[in-house]
């Protein structure tokens, strides 16, 4: 496996495997790797002949109050999973390989307006700008995203047709632990106590998708969700709402397919969670 810190040395990699003719995808990540993480490169090692992964804390997706600093890194142990998974190189840049300041960004249309978009109005413009720099770089056939951040998902997905990215976007479902909890490196945050109590968000999931169905009102599948949520003392609801899949605005029925998607905060930790619902899944 081959790690670096350098745009010119992954170019240079780059360069060579599509002169072979080889297919490349490409993992975008923050680092602090788990099992979620591990579900993507599976899944694009399955998929390609070369796999990169990226391994970089991005500084412009976090607003000034956010945990940009207390962020958990540890390259040493990602680097050895990903060997241990078969990838092919690590791109670990430091922010000022990556951005010189002033620099541009992309901005988001009304994708961003809702969900995480309130609480975190910087947030997707900057997930965008970090992925179309990393599409540009690595030029991959195809790039792996959870569905745990869906929203990311539904943008990173408009951006690749809005500006025109020959790459193929390929979505992975939310990875859990044993006890339901979405696997996250922010999970690391949680005390014991908070931990326990964060269990609240899967168990609103499942409250959720027991009723949920053609037609239903988003009020019928969200106040079950709120309760469960609001019966946690730990717990504080930033959002718990019903969107539509692709557009990401409020609904108020589940006519088409629709994510129903929240963020809670726990302690001090702000969680989210998801599921999707259509008639044909
Ligand atoms: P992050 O390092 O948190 O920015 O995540 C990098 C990628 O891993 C994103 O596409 C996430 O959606 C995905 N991911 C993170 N946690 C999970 C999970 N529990 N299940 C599936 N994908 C995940």
Partial sequence: MQETKAIAEIRKAVKAWKQEGKTIGLVPTMG???????????????????????????????GPAEDLEAYPRDFGRDSALCESLGVDMIFHPEPAEMYNDPHITVQVDTLNETLCGVTRPVHFGGVCTVVAKLFNIVSPDRAYFGEKDAQ??????????????DITIVGCPIVREADGLARSSRNTYLNPEERQAA??????VKKGQAVIGA?????TVLAPMRQEIEAEPLATIDYVQMVDALTMQPVARADGPVLVAMAVVVGKT????NFSWSQDR
Wanted: charged share 25%; proline share 2%.
């Fill in 270 to 273: 702000r969680l989210i969670d």
């Fill in 199 to 204: 269990l609240c968000l899967s168990r609103a």
């Fill in 152 to 165: 990311q998902l539904a943008i990173v997905k408009k951006m690749v047709i809005d500006l025109n990215f």
């Fill in 215 to 219: 037609g239903v009102e988003g009020e």
């Fill in 32 to 62: 602090f790797l788990h099992e979620g993480h591990a579900s993507l490169i599976k899944k694009c090692r399955e998929d390609n002949d070369v796999v990169v992964v990226s391994d970089f804390v991005n500084p412009v997706q976090f």
